[in-house]
């Protein structure tokens, strides 16, 4: 079925304890390229929900009981099976997601190198001494795994998002729910079989499937036996899960929205830049929470990099991501594609004029339906436009010129956003004035794909807190504890 190697991937049940749970009614997951579907999926709810977080808390004692060895070496195997499996595991998330099929592949060993850092990692929780105030003291830091961990996951990335945070609970001691997103649970249920296939033990790894968000939800951020509860997706929904956590001052980590900008130059390679801007913008159809959201160009620059840049996006191909030589795919609805086209349609009616669109897209072999939407340009955007202030989701990219360095520096932090962004420049002393002045958790100096499992992502201001990846990645799963030993001196 579907052209799988190995069609034990493809699963239709939530995997609780071990074990594949059917439930009364299904979800249907559709293939956003074709509107076709793609598998029938057990509607899961709050019962499965909870009986998912009991089972991570009955499998907790003995997995944080484990060496830091003997959970790598399970989390090594589960990578392991992610990469022999990677042309499968690819092909379910193009269907499931719509990502070109080259580019599903891509976020497969992004997914899994999480897991082989982690893997890794969680050898390295290192303690502290402390020295005491007083000579029959001796002051002692330990690091606890929390406890039972809950996630809520996006559809943008199905694999990566639950690899990165699992990855990095188990390797900590913890234990895992999580629930993706309905449109995309395959690749977590596929997740979930491979898990099982590398012995990890029941319990340990839950995923629950269903489309009652809300009752979900709430079992998630406000259950007493969940300690931790992290979330990727919306800067809305965000806030309303940390304020149902405060219920039991869980600790949360948020990986919300953005609105990256990407800035440019008068010194910049301008053909480095262009390379930089297609990437950062154009993964993924421009559905990621660091996709360049803004591209401001110096005056001096302007001219020769929109020439450039107009020409690079007209070379994408616009097609359902199976196809081969396909380079962007559909959106993950119509509803989606209508949304963006009313933020350039107001773009438009503000004054921007539109350097590409539709017109002028290159079309993969399939007939494509109201998920597409074409690479987009906008020039001559301004700062007070409504495009300048909304998270796109989306292909589009306007360009906003800018006189001084200054101001370049004004206009990008001028949003409650602080996620990734993105320059362009040769200068050395720029590079570090700027670096520094811009309110955002992640920088890409002459860089426009800056995600990498070495590296912490996170954001500031309303895009969020914690750190994902990275040395750092540990912590949002761990207890500090200090231990304070007297009567020393006698
Ligand atoms: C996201 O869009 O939330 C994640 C993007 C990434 O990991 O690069």
């Known amino acids: ?41 057990s509607n899961a709810g709050i019962a499965e929900t909870e009986l998912a977080v009991q089972a991570a808390k009955a499998a907790f004692k003995a997995w944080s009981a484990k060496s830091a060895n003997e959970r790598s070496a399970l989390l090594r195997t589960w990578f392991n099976l992610m990469m022999a499996n990677q042309e499968d595991l690819g092909r379910i998330l193009t269907l499931e997601q719509g990502k070109p099929l080259a580019e599903a592949k891509g976020e497969i060993a992004y997914g899994a190198a999480f897991i082989e850092w982690f893997a890794e990692e969680g050898k390295r929780v290192y303690g502290d001494t402390i020295p005491a105030p007083s000579g029959d003291k001796r002051i002692v830091v330990i690091k606890q795994p929390i406890g039972v961990v809950a996630a809520i996951t996006p559809w943008n990335f199905p694999n990566a998002m639950i690899a990165r945070k699992a990855a990095a609970a188990l390797a900590s001691g913890c234990t895992f729910v999580v629930r993706p997103a309905t449109q995309t649970p395959l690749s977590a249920l596929a997740m979930a079989e491979l898990a099982e296939r590398a012995g990890i033990p029941a319990g340990v790894f839950n995923v629950v499937v269903g489309d009652d968000a809300r009752g979900m939800g709430k079992v998630l951020t406000e259950h007493e036996d969940v300690a931790k509860f992290t979330f990727t997706g919306s800067t809305g929904v965000g806030k309303s899960l940390i304020s149902q956590c405060a219920s039991t001052v869980k600790k949360v980590s948020m990986e919300l929205g953005g609105n990256a900008p990407f800035i440019v130059f008068d010194d910049a390679d301008i053909d480095a830049a262009v390379a930089g801007a297609l990437v950062s913008k154009y993964r993924n159809a421009g559905q990621t929470c660091v996709c360049t959201n803004r591209i401001l160009v110096q005056e001096g620059a302007l001219v020769q990099f929109t020439e450039k840049f107009v020409a690079a996006v007209k070379d994408l191909v616009l097609g359902n991501g199976l196809d081969e030589g396909v380079t962007i795919g559909p959106m993950i609805s119509a509803q989606a594609v209508g949304d963006v086209k009313r933020l350039i349609d107001d773009s438009i009616n503000q004054g921007a004029q539109l350097a590409l669109g539709e017109d002028d897209s290159k079309l993969g072999d399939s007939k494509l339906g109201d998920s597409f939407l074409a690479p987009t340009i906008l020039t001559g955007v301004t700062n007070d436009m409504s495009i300048a202030h909304n998270e796109i989701f989306g292909p589009v990219s306007p360009i906003i010129s800018f006189k001084t360095e200054a101001e370049a520096i004004a206009i990008a932090n001028d949003t409650e956003f602080g996620l990734a962004s993105y320059f362009y420049s040769r200068d050395i002393g720029r590079i570090w004035r700027v670096a520094e002045g811009l309110d955002f958790g992640m920088v890409g100096i002459n860089e426009g794909l800056i995600s990498n499992a070495a590296a912490p992502f996170g954001g500031m201001k309303q895009s969020g807190n914690g750190r994902e990846g990275s040395k750092y990645g540990l912590d949002d799963y761990l207890e500090i504890k200090y231990l304070c030993m007297g009567g020393l001196d006698q």
Do not use: C, E, R
């Open 1 to 41: 079925m579907h052209n799988l190697n190995d069609p034990q991937l493809l699963k239709s049940f939530s995997y609780i304890n071990g074990s594949w749970h059917s439930s009364a009614s299904d979800i249907a997951v559709n293939n956003p390229a074709t509107g076709k579907l793609v598998a029938k999926v």
